[in-house]
Structures are given as structure tokens and as C-alpha cells.
């Protein structure tokens, strides 16, 4: 699976069998087409009619390949875990702790990692993993960005 480190870069991670029927989505629009059809756009050009009417923007759902079935829906919330698609903070993975809304302008959203640090991005930045465990599995680092000092320390430490 090709999936962004925390410097920013895609990096190839490998995933189990089990990993590797299904792929995660994430909702860009939900409309209705002819004939009064409900149908959902996702990130990467898929669209599937008929979804589960809870289905919303900016949800990620867990798509069968094998099928082309929804076969789980992990709703944006505050309390999810997320992974930073785009900006500054790309390849981060946090848990959302607030959600800014700017009418008319780009909502923020507030992450918090697993070490502590706080960042802010774009809500269009980000792509919900899981509820509180991500559904994939993560490259090294768990998409936690180091400090260059922790970063040296580290190296430093691995080479004793």
C-alpha cells in the first residue's frame, strides 16, 4: 500500500491478505442524480449509488474491492483518528479534538498526536482512519513527526 510517511513523502507499506481486500474512501460529495438517485463521490473518482443515507461529506467508509460494497462507515468526529492528506502536517496521525467553523472561508481542524503536540489544518486536509484504532495499519514512527533533535537522538541511539 503506498501511504505517506510523516516527513511528507510516499513510502511503500506492506499490508496482510486480509488488508488487502478492502481499501479506505473518503466521501467528497453526497447528491442526488436523475431519477431522485442518492449517490456518494469519493476521494479517489468512485461513485456509488444507493448509500447508506447516514453517509455524509468528509466521512471515510471501507470499501470491498472485490465487490465494490460499503462495508463500514467511520463518520468525521471530534475523537476519531485522522491521518493529514495535504499542507505543512502531511503524513501526521492524530486524534481530532475540535473542529473550527469559518463560514464562507476553510474550516479548521485541531489534532492531537500520540506524544502530545498539538497542530491545526484544513479540514479538506484531512482523512479520517478509524474511531479510536486506525482500520489500516500505519508505516514506522505511527505517523508521529519527531523533532531534528529527537530525530538525531534516536539515530544516534540506534547506532550503539
Do not use: W
Not at 484531512?126 to 484504532?133: D, I, N
Amino acid at each position: 500500500r503506498l501511504i505517506f510517511d510523516v516527513k511528507g513523502r510516499f513510502t511503500v507499506h506492506r499490508i496482510t491478505k486480509e488488508e488487502a481486500c478492502f481499501k479506505l474512501c473518503r466521501v467528497r460529495r453526497v447528491a442526488v442524480g436523475n431519477r431522485s438517485v442518492p449517490y456518494i463521490v469519493t476521494h479517489d473518482g468512485r461513485t456509488i449509488r444507493y448509500p447508506d443515507p447516514t453517509i455524509k461529506s468528509h466521512d471515510t467508509i471501507k470499501l470491498d474491492i472485490t465487490n465494490g460494497k460499503i462495508t463500514e462507515i467511520v463518520p468525521f468526529d471530534t475523537g476519531c483518528l485522522v491521518m493529514v492528506i495535504g499542507g505543512r502536517n502531511l503524513g501526521r496521525v492524530g486524534v481530532v479534538t475540535h473542529r473550527e467553523r469559518h463560514h464562507g472561508s476553510f474550516d479548521i481542524v485541531h489534532i492531537k498526536d500520540a506524544v502530545g503536540n498539538t497542530f491545526a489544518t484544513r479540514l479538506s486536509n484531512v482523512f479520517v482512519l478509524g474511531r479510536q484504532k486506525a482500520l489500516v495499519s500505519l508505516p514506522k514512527g505511527k505517523g508521529v513527526r519527531l523533532s531534528i533533535a529527537e530525530e538525531r537522538d534516536r539515530r544516534l541511539a540506534s547506532d550503539k
